[in-house]
């Protein structure tokens, strides 16, 4: 092994111990943000749940499917108890659902809002309880349950941000199985069980319960999950979680391959990608220190300068001024033809003002340019005093552009 290669060694390795030591020392920035995926370990993500709630519902009737409650009950006409938890439900096929649920299916949902067409069709109203907003400043809701053992119990959830709640409920058809209490001590439903057809639909308005944040806070959300649960695991129907957009794997919610979980981890895809772009520029550059050499071909001279120069003198020592005035003219009006689509056949003031909008210049320039091209086309003569006057505006007028 050479200096070299020892070198580029000591090098790499020194640049992977400082990335793991940044890494190490660097804060983590929580992302807050309610995706409910699968997938995730963030705050409000259902990675925990999603690997507990098979042990809430026993023999292995629970179904995880990524396709949508339209494409699913397409393909499957039994009755099922099906599942839906996220922060809004606004995309979902309400009319499909509510038929299946009227055929003997149930359905537990979960979010913070939904549409008005779906809360309408069961006979709830669902608005804002806290319209002053009291509780964006306190951050926090208690939750109760209706159930014997929750009776006297309250749950303090904090990260609270949805204050909607059910303000109305046919009272015929609809059991309250549970409330929340605002900051402000103000109560409402907050969990209803609702007769529909030969099925039952159990609405609840806080998702957050079910999230990674919850379940392990302090004070643990995970008797509250599995008391919702319970409602729609006691039975022998198949349970079907509809994870429609939360995942793209919902039989294997993390992939565990060995490259997965060097990507998954900030400092490790670091380390990784270094060692693979490292190992990259080695082979490059020993490849070529053993190439061959090239032999340098001198490209072809570029002989346009001294062309023109020639030319430009043979017309100067022939003393004809007004052949270069011409073709000084006709080079300037073809770039404004090209650059500014006018027509230059005629040099008037209608064209003086469409040149000075289109190109910025000023008109006083623009209209001494054209008055020496129209006296020129009228007697077809020129000085060299002309001719000097004439290439210093044309250089005035394309300049800055």
Known sequence: MNKTIRIYIALLVSL???IVIIDGFRSKLVNWTPTYS????????LYIFNHEIDSLIKGNRLIRTTQTPYAYIREHEEKANFIIINQYVYNLSDTILLDKVAKGSNLLISTENMSGTFTKALGVSF?????NS???KHDYVKLSLTNKTWRNSKLTIRHIKNSFSFTDVDTVTTTVLGFQEMPDKFVSPNFLKIKYGDGYVYIHNQPIVFSNYALLSKQSTAPYVAHLISYISNSDLPVVWLVHGQTTNPDKPTSTTSLSVMFR??????????FIYGLLLYIIFNAKRRQRIIPVVK?????????VQ???????????TANIYEKKIVFFLDKVRQKYYLSTTKL???????????SGKDIKLIKNICGHINFFRRTGKASKEDLLKLNKMIEDFWSDN
């Open 265 to 274: 981890y900030p400092a490790l895809r670091a380390v990784w990608l270094v």
């Open 134 to 136: 009291r509780l964006i």
């Open 348 to 358: 008037d003031d209608s064209f003086i003002n469409k040149l000075h909008l289109k």
């Open 16 to 18: 992977v111990v400082i």
């Open 38 to 45: 699968l997938d995730h370990k963030n705050p409000l993500d």
């Open 299 to 307: 490209p072809l001279k570029n002989t346009t300068v001294e062309f």
């Open 310 to 320: 020639t030319i430009g003198n043979l017309y100067l020592q022939e003393g004809d």
């Open 127 to 131: 608005s804002d309880v806290d319209p």
